[in-house]
């Protein structure tokens, strides 16, 4: 059966494609790996491969043509194969030839010029491959055209010095291969400089300098089109300030002194996507009619090319970067550009664009704004101008920065006050994020023989602690961890670990009781033996704790059993579990005191009637009726939980949704779920606690919706589910410049507080209050403390997220609300569990798995999960978003046939409206 060859998609912005060059006839063989034919965008050249096996049976789309994304190419199959029909595909436009002048009549009767002399050897034809045949000469305007070389090739000549034009391709359609340029470049070494020719006299009067004519690379004609289209369809505007770089041009020198190589372009980067972040609509696209704001901050940076044209590479999420790694970043992808070795990704999807032609001497000039942007800003040089100071006239560096902008996004008085910002940070010079760029701190003398000095102090052994102050160990630091209680924290000893323990149980009850007999397993009088369950609880807890215990040794990590509280930034005064007290001194420290179970006012728990997560984890037995109250994760875990237990389980929430930061759809669903089983849920739930009565029968309280009837509500207990507040006090933080907001510390992306060696991480710090951030924290910060390169910043919205309720309930990014918060296009698949062959074996059936994407870019913004196994699924959809995968790309990966993690693919195929199976 013929199978087509489609049209890739080398890049996530790239919608179609112009193919230059078949490397195989129609009739040649076929192999997989075989390059089948040569595409083009606008940014770049590839090879396209091939995975079948026959012959070439047709070729669909021409040389030259320029074809969609995903159209059909050409067809592979068995010879004499029919070929089905396909659409034509759309031809490139024409480029028609400039006007020629009509020459005087004297030229037209002038004798043809003399033959050509002997061309010097660099520009000299180059014999053929040994026992091939010598070229022909060219026709008539052939050497007008486009060499026809691979990309390989025509780097390996810009190297080597080789002029392609000149060289014989050997490869298929006279391709220019690598090998071809090789043997050139041998040739050209072995050959004697010929005599420099004399210069021929002039047979006919010409233009002085003019030669013949040549075509415009397809890049100069792309950029042409893009911008011409970009000038007479935007409204464009210039506003233009004029930046004293005198401290700027301080700051530079300051650090090129202590080594550092930076530049001025890093700096107006740096505090451009600052002035961005403040100013989002300057950010923003428009397709005349509808406005998308933008929360992220791509900077394109024009860059010049050899081949010639400009080419601009993107820096993503720029406003998240210091200096330092916006320069690595700039370096690399500039690099990369000049090269031809930059990704069409590398090239495309900026949301603002940067031209410095300040390196040329350039005193003012404008840009035009780049199609899909609504800004465009040109920096020129930084020339001695004088300026008054203060009555006085100096001579300072002055640098014009011009915005161009879009005045349909961008009025005259924003954009005023956008230069004006921008022109304030760069004349301030001081508030860069400079991290490794700006020269040490003198290190504090180390003092390895002095046994209570340490690289770092980490106070707190919970996850993120731990995490922490192993891989500090690791990276080669002497390490002290701090804590009065066991090491695991709060995950280990009363949340994640334990919690999950009583799930399993309940979740096994769950499947014998409901499950069992449809399934051929027949258990009559199932019962829940809940003092086993909880045996079972602390025999995990202890296995898990004793094999942490076991790792402070291994990694070399100093345990220091006690409470630690800072003097100042580098000392930490420990109040022994024995009584006693030791001062620790370290270069740097790291809180991790995690955070502690809260009530609502007026309600307080009493560990009998009215409980908290701590108090219910330390149950042998369970009442017969219990009310939650809060249905975030804890608070549905324990519901679902002790309802599979057999007990009965009333569960209230203010907020209008449970689960309220999970995705609408996935809160209905869940609700419905844990309605079908017989669960009272009540969400825009109010309660005066001064309605609660507590008795040797239970509880009892008067509850309703918000605006409703309200009715007695009696249970044998209120479990209070309403978040944790961070363990901020007595930590000595007055005695540092660390800053408190609403009880958490304040931190930047790589964990770090205002004191610059103190660092705090994990519930301490809001974020999201999940285990495995803590982790996640805890390695930024190390890494930063080690004085690692290219440490990312942390990224909330990548963190997945996972709630141990039944039916399971896992996401990573953003939901379908945010994004429309955001402004953002979106398409979405959802595909229900019941159409996955795995689901229906499992015998759970409800649930579904969601995945939007970005409807011009294809980019995952989230993944919803509800359904068995959804907190393993999600790890797929998380190693996604941190690559900033694609919904193609998710749907592309093979999903082994039967598992649960279909459902993944088949959503990302839905993206589409291209679900196999539902």
């Not at 409204?235 to 004029?242: D, E, G, I, N, R």
């Not at 220091?560 to 022994?576: D, F």
């Not at 997560?613 to 037995?621: F, K, P």
Request: hydrophobic share 45%; glycine share 10%.
């Amino acid at each position: 059966m013929a199978r087509p060859i489609l049209m890739p998609k080398p890049g996530q912005m790239t919608e179609e494609c112009t193919l230059i060059l078949w490397c195989k006839q129609v009739g040649d063989a076929v192999h997989k790996g075989d390059v089948l034919f040569e595409i083009e965008t606008d940014k770049s050249t590839m090879e396209v491969e091939t995975f079948e096996e026959g012959v070439l049976l047709a070729q669909v789309v021409a040389e030259g043509e320029t074809a969609p994304v995903n159209a059909v190419c050409g067809w592979v199959g068995e010879p004499g194969e029919a070929v089905p029909a396909t659409p034509a595909t759309t031809p490139a436009p024409a480029i028609a030839p400039p006007p020629t002048a009509a020459m005087p009549a004297a030229t037209a009767a002038s004798p043809a010029p003399p033959a050509s002399p002997a061309l010097p050897v660099a520009q000299a034809p180059l014999p053929p491959a040994a026992g091939a045949a010598a070229p022909a000469a060219p026709a008539a305007g052939e050497a007008d055209r486009d060499v026809r070389i691979s990309p390989r090739a025509r780097r390996l000549a810009s190297a080597s010095g080789v002029d392609p034009s000149v060289v014989r391709g050997t490869g298929p359609g006279g391709r220019i291969v690598e090998k071809d340029v090789v043997a050139a470049a041998a040739t050209l070494a072995s050959r004697p400089a010929p005599p420099v020719p004399p210069v021929p006299a002039a047979a006919a009067p010409v233009v002085p300098g003019e030669e013949g004519p040549r075509q415009l690379s397809r890049m100069r004609r792309v950029i042409a089109e893009r911008l011409t289209a970009s000038w007479t369809t935007t409204p464009h505007f210039t506003v233009t300030v004029a930046v004293d770089a005198g401290r700027l041009m301080a700051l530079r020198a300051r650090l090129k002194a202590a080594g550092s190589s930076l530049t001025v372009t890093d700096f107006v980067l740096a505090a451009t996507a600052d002035t961005l972040a403040e100013f989002p609509d300057v950010n923003s696209r428009t397709d005349g009619t509808s406005v998308w704001p933008r929360s992220r901050v791509h900077l394109g940076m024009a860059v010049s090319v050899p081949s010639g044209g400009l080419v601009v590479p993107v820096i993503r999420d720029a406003d998240t970067l210091t200096v330092t790694e916006i320069h690595d970043r700039a370096a690399a992808l500039a690099a990369a550009a000049r090269a031809g070795t930059a990704s069409v990704d590398d090239l495309t999807g900026s949301t603002f664009t940067v031209s410095n032609l300040g390196m040329f001497g350039v005193e003012e000039f404008s840009a035009i704004i780049n199609p899909g942007e609504a800004a465009i800003l040109a920096v020129s040089a930084a020339l001695p101008t004088p300026v008054a100071v203060d009555g006085q006239v100096e001579v300072r560096p002055v640098m014009r920065l011009t915005l161009s902008a879009d005045h349909r996004l961008v009025d005259g008085a924003m954009g005023a006050q956008f230069v004006r910002a921008l022109q304030a940070r760069l004349e301030a010079a001081d508030g860069f994020r400079l991290e490794a760029a700006t020269p040490p701190e003198p290190a504090r003398p180390r003092r390895s023989e002095d046994p209570d000095w340490f690289d770092v102090i980490v106070l707190g052994a919970g996850t993120g602690g731990y995490t922490a102050a192993f891989r500090a160990a690791q990276l080669g630091l002497k390490v002290a961890l701090v804590d009065a209680d066991r090491i695991g924290g709060t995950c280990l000893h009363r949340g994640c670990i334990p919690t999950k323990a009583i799930l399993e149980s309940a979740d096994l009850a769950h499947r014998v009781r409901e499950q069992g007999a449809g399934l051929g397993v027949v258990s009559d009088g199932v019962r829940i033996d809940y003092a086993a369950t909880a045996a079972n609880k602390d025999a995990v807890v202890k296995r898990m704790w004793t094999g942490l215990k076991s790792l402070v040794g291994k990694n070399g990590v100093e345990w220091v059993a006690g409470r630690g509280r800072l003097e100042g930034p580098s000392t930490v005064v420990v109040s022994l579990v024995d009584g006693a007290t030791r001062t620790l001194t370290a270069n740097d420290v790291i809180l991790a005191t995690g955070s502690r179970v809260k009530s609502l006012p007026g309600l307080a728990p009493d560990g009998q009637r009215i409980v908290t997560s701590d108090d219910v984890l330390r149950w042998t037995e369970l009442p017969a009726s219990l009310v939650v109250i809060g249905a975030g994760a804890v608070g549905v875990e324990f519901a679902s939980a002790f309802d599979d237990l057999g007990v009965q389980v009333t569960l209230l929430e203010y907020l209008p949704a449970i689960v309220p930061l999970e995705d609408a759809d996935v809160s209905r669903e869940l609700q419905r779920s844990f309605e079908r089983r017989g669960m009272t849920v009540v969400t825009n739930a109010r309660f005066d606690t001064a309605s609660v009565v507590v008795d040797e029968n239970g509880v009892r309280l008067t509850v309703g919706p918000d605006g409703g009837e309200r009715g007695e509500i009696r249970a044998d207990a209120i479990l209070v589910a309403t978040g944790r507040a961070p363990n901020t006090e007595d930590l000595g933080l007055d005695t540092t410049r660390v800053v408190v907001e609403r009880g958490f510390v304040r931190v930047d992306g790589l964990m770090r507080t205002e004191e610059p060696h103190v660092w705090a991480i994990g519930d301490l710090v809001g974020g999201l209050l999940l285990a495995h951030t803590a982790a996640h924290e805890g390695l930024i910060a190390t890494h930063a403390i080690a004085g690692e390169r290219d440490v990312h910043p942390m990224d909330y919205v990548r963190q997945p997220r996972a709630t141990y309720s039944r039916p399971e309930i896992a996401s990573v990014g953003l939901t379908e609300g945010q994004c429309a918060e955001r402004g953002l296009p979106v398409q979405v698949g959802r595909v229900p569990f019941q159409a996955i062959a795995k689901a229906v074996i499992h015998g759970s059936r409800e649930g579904f798995a969601k995945v939007i994407a970005h409807a011009e870019t294809g980019e995952v913004l989230g993944v919803h999960i509800i359904g068995p196994h959804a907190t393993e699924l999600i790890g797929e959809a998380s190693f996604a978003a941190a690559l900033g995968a694609t919904a193609d790309q998710v749907a592309g990966a093979t999903h082994p046939h039967p598992t649960l993690s279909e459902v993944l693919g088949e959503a990302a195929m839905a993206v589409r409206g291209r679900s196999i199976n539902f």
